[in-house]
Nanobody, 116 residues
Framework: QVQLVESGGGLVQAGGSLRLSCAAS????????MGWYRQAPGKQRELVAT???????IYADSVKGRFTISRDNAKNTVSLLMNSLKPEDTAVYYC??????????WGQGTQVTVSS
């Protein structure tokens, strides 16, 4: 099992910045990709950004150039720096970890609210 605990959500004005962090524990060695998904009210959960153990990243088109994902393999953490936030970025953000068998673990989620 893998446990993921997020921190860093909150309320910010449009144009502002937030940093989300996620700490992983448990069977960390089994995890390859880590990252973030988000879910806005009435919408499906969607990819925000992921990073593999080797450092390969994937970003949603909507956040490219504004968000930066980083990972510290030694500390088993992944972070998401979100700049130039927009009201449409408002959502619950979920940390995820995917193992080499493509099973995905999820954190409990953290609310990000961007006011206009």
């Amino acid at each position: 099992q893998v446990q993921l605990v997020e921190s860093g959500g909150g309320l910010v004005q449009a144009g502002g910045s937030l940093r989300l962090s996620c700490a992983a524990s448990g069977r960390i060695f089994s995890i390859n990709a880590m990252g973030w998904y988000r879910q806005a009210p009435g919408k499906q959960r969607e990819l925000v950004a992921t990073v593999t153990r080797g450092g390969d990243t994937i970003y949603a088109d909507s956040v490219k150039g504004r968000f930066t994902i980083s990972r510290d393999n030694a500390k088993n953490t992944v972070s998401l720096l979100m700049n130039s936030l927009k009201p449409e970025d408002t959502a619950v953000y979920y940390c995820m970890g995917r193992n080499y068998l493509d099973y995905t673990y999820w954190g409990q989620g953290t609310q990000v609210t961007v006011s206009s």
